[in-house]
């Protein structure tokens, strides 16, 4: 799996599919998303959409 160096979002795409920024796969900490409007951590790192993310990324 990568993570968009962007937006962090984990995909197993060379490109990012929200953004079209490049992936890494180098990046730490899984993060599941599933209600952005009433989670806490979603709102603190400006995750406007459900999915899977990582919390750093290189």
């Known amino acids: 799996m990568k993570a968009c160096t962007v937006c962090k979002l984990i995909t197993d795409k060379d490109q990012c599919e929200r953004c079209g920024s490049p992936t890494s796969d180098n990046w730490s900490g899984l993060l ?26 290189r």
């Open 32 to 57: 599941i998303i599933t209600n952005p409007e009433e989670s806490k951590v979603a709102k603190e790192l400006n995750i406007t959409e459900q999915g899977e993310y990582c919390l750093r990324v």
